[in-house]
């Protein structure tokens, strides 16, 4: 199993995978992990993915909780009175420390990870996949999963489309030190963001300050901007430059809104940056790719040990891609209200009110946090394809039960078995569990895929999620 990119979304799916012992190499391009210290949220549904695989601890060192309340177009409200979750919070945390973590995950499972390796072509037939590595290395494996971002090579490889819309504005974001008083920075910052939302300039420790500042155009994203850059953009918006100066890492993003055609293409898919990409608005594009790699992970590797059934690898399409057009559609109403406009600017006035009521204010939270999702499982009751909160259970947290990545049968009967799944299925009697229903079947990623209490109802959904029983 070969995996191209050994980003988040790269690295937390190569763990995945060796969960089940799957053998899997990481093909990285870089030499280097980044070096630049790029800030991001965790928002709490990928929390509690790290929670589900005993990371959670190692990650909060190295983060600073902030509250879960909604931040859809940068609107600050507090959060609604009792959000479904143990880890209602956000963690900010620096993507290469995330970055570094997971790959440190990855590489204590089992997985190889080799940089300085650039896929540049792939053939694939029935049996697998050969890859072609820059220098004309020459790799084969079952599966090949590109995770190597927006300008994915493998994407473009395999020919998929990535409709959407270019960027119309570009936007600048670092971390510098700063000439001017506080004082005049905070004033000058208030007034700017009556009307330029996006714009930001604040300390950010040992010094630093962050600034995020608007571009007049779009440029070539291939080459980095420069601290002149900066001082251009700040004067044209602010009327001076604040004496920016010593920036510590400088870059610059896009508005662009694409999501590909396709996840799957035989035995190459996509995941990450390489299937969808949108406006950072929200913080939402890390922890939809890590979300990505835990929907695949479990899937791919049935496929590859042999037990999964024929339809089970086209079920990751089939929910991922519709949640990351809804990440694009929300982005995109993102921008549109955090732009200067006096019609966006009322709209926003107005978005402000709504947001007041609690479940307006729950929606954008569960929407932006991803603990709203639900995959379409066919009917049942509400609960039935959404995932299921942490609960305390006699044999400790119900996330704790799932760090071997498998599925779990939580049987409040105490009368029901999965025994002819017990190679791929833990089974534990809890009469005493928190839930208002008799049982509920988990996937290996915490969704639930069936709700009841009758043996035979349960052994046919064992059958669509885990295959033919062990003989």
Not at 278 to 298: E, I, K, M, R, S
Not at 322 to 329: E, F, N, Y
């Amino acid at each position: 199993m070969i995996i191209a990119g050994c980003g988040p979304t790269g690295a937390m799916l190569a763990a995945e995978l060796r969960l089940h012992d799957v053998r899997v190499l990481v093909v990285e391009k870089e030499t280097e992990p980044a070096s630049f210290v790029r800030i991001v949220g965790l928002h709490i549904r990928s929390l509690e993915l790290m929670a589900m695989r005993g990371l959670l601890e190692r990650v909060l060192e190295h983060g600073r909780r902030r509250p879960a309340g909604a931040y859809f177009a940068a609107i600050s409200k507090p959060a609604p009175a009792g959000l479904d979750s143990a880890y209602a919070y956000l963690l900010g945390i620096p993507q290469p420390v995330v970055e570094r973590l997971l790959e440190e995950h990855a590489v204590g499972l089992g997985a190889q990870v080799r940089r300085g390796r650039a896929v540049t072509g792939l053939v694939q037939d029935e049996e697998g996949v050969t890859v072609e590595l820059a220098g004309g290395e020459r790799l084969r494996a079952r599966y090949l999963v590109g995770c190597d971002g927006a300008r994915s090579t493998v994407r473009k490889l395999l020919g998929v489309g990535f409709p959407g819309e270019p960027s119309r504005t570009d936007t600048l974001m670092g971390e510098m030190e700063v000439r001017a008083p506080q004082e005049e920075i905070a004033a000058k910052v208030a007034e700017i963001r009556e009307s330029h939302k996006a714009f930001t300039l604040g300390p950010f420790g040992g010094g630093a300050y962050r600034v995020v500042v608007p571009a007049a155009g779009v440029s070539d994203r291939a080459e980095p901007p420069t601290i002149e850059d900066f001082r251009r953009e700040l004067r044209a918006i602010a009327g001076t430059d604040f004496g920016v100066h010593s920036p510590r890492w400088l870059s610059r993003f896009g508005d662009a809104t694409r999501l590909a055609d396709r996840y799957r293409v035989g035995r190459v898919l996509l995941a990450g940056d390489a299937a969808h990409i949108h406006p950072p608005t929200g913080g939402q594009g890390l922890n939809l790719g890590v979300q990505d790699a835990f929907n695949l992970g479990w899937k791919l590797a049935a496929r590859i040990r042999g037990w999964a059934p024929e339809t089970l690898l086209d079920t990751y399409h089939a929910e991922r891609h519709p949640v990351a057009a809804d990440v694009l559609d929300n982005t995109r109403a993102q921008m549109e209200l955090q732009s200067a406009g006096a019609g966006p600017r009322a709209v926003r006035r107005l978005l402000s009110e709504l947001m007041d009521f609690d479940e307006v204010n729950r929606h954008l939270t569960e929407k932006i946090s991803a603990i709203g999702i639900r995959y379409d499982f066919g009917e049942g009751p509400d609960l039935l394809g959404r995932r299921l909160h942490d609960i305390d259970l006699k044999q400790g947290s119900l996330y704790g039960l799932l760090r071997r990545g498998r599925g779990l049968l939580l049987d409040r009967t105490e009368r029901l078995s999965a025994g002819g799944w017990s190679d791929r299925v833990d089974h534990l009697a809890d009469s005493t569990a928190a839930l208002d229903v008799p049982c509920v079947l988990l996937r290996p990623d915490g969704h639930v895929a069936w709700i009841g209490d009758d043996q035979q109802e349960l052994d046919g959904h064992l059958a669509r999620w885990f295959g033919r029983p062990a003989d």
